[in-house]
């Protein structure tokens, strides 16, 4: 399953806009894994051992693996992106807390 997270707001992106093309990734990453394992659904088994072992779904279960770490590098990314503003902040129409 994808974990969750929390919804980009227009004034999130004005003062960080890198978190739109994380958020892409991220979702990209997702479909993926999903791809992968419908491919190859001996990989959403609990235990690793029981996939077979050939060239395919080694590739295929390296790809889940560094798949899985990249998200992990973006959500520290994104997090440090929240936690530092980089961009000025000039007021706008959506600095209200509905963002429509």
């Known amino acids: 399953m994808s974990d969750s997270l929390p919804c ?25 894994k999903f791809a992968i394992i419908a491919a190859h659904p001996e990989l959403d088994d609990a235990d690793p051992e029981a996939a077979p ?22 959500a520290e990314y994104r997090g440090a992106v929240r936690t530092a503003p980089r961009w000025p902040h000039q007021p706008s129409r959506y600095d209200s807390d509905d963002p429509f």
């Open 53 to 74: 072992i050939d060239i395919e779904v080694l590739a295929a279960e390296n790809i889940l693996a560094a798949a899985h770490e990249l998200k992990r590098v973006i």
């Open 8 to 32: 980009l707001t227009p004034l999130d992106l004005t003062d960080h806009p890198e978190l739109a093309v994380l958020e892409i990734l991220h979702s990209a990453l997702d479909t993926a």
